[in-house]
């Protein structure tokens, strides 16, 4: 069975740092894409990183470059997203979903067959 579970939400300060981690199980992650998207209140969901499954392949949303990093460590089957320099408005529910990849594809849009539950991060001041 694919699961994804998301960590390492919190709260912190503007200017602070998480580290988020995606941990799968149920598949081999080295054969799939991840994506990491979020929502924040009152708007809708929207991509933020995604990593193909050979790491050949990442793109990060405009307002996140420079700030946020995406990995991935295939022996643990983990994901993660460093997020430094964080702004009041990365305020979300952040979730990571996969799909299988041909390992350079990966994908910004909603096109991904397994979702994590999310895991909430608060940036206040």
């Known amino acids: 069975q694919v699961q994804l579970v998301e960590s390492g939400g919190g709260l912190v300060q503007p200017g602070g740092s998480l580290r988020l981690s995606c941990a799968a199980s149920?598949?081999?992650?080295?054969?799939?894409?991840i994506g990491w998207f979020r929502r924040a209140p009152g708007k809708e969901r929207e991509g933020v990183s995604c990593i193909s499954g050979r790491g050949s392949t990442i793109y990060y949303t405009d307002s996140v470059k420079g700030r946020f990093t995406i990995s991935r460590d295939n022996v643990k089957n983990t994901v993660y997203l460093q997020m430094n320099s964080l702004k009041p408005e990365d305020t979300a529910v952040y979730y990571c979903a996969t799909a299988s990849s041909n390992g350079r594809w990966c994908s910004m849009r909603e096109e991904y067959d397994y979702w994590g539950q999310g895991t909430q991060v608060t940036v206040f001041s």
């Open positions: 149920g598949f081999t992650l080295d054969r799939y894409a």
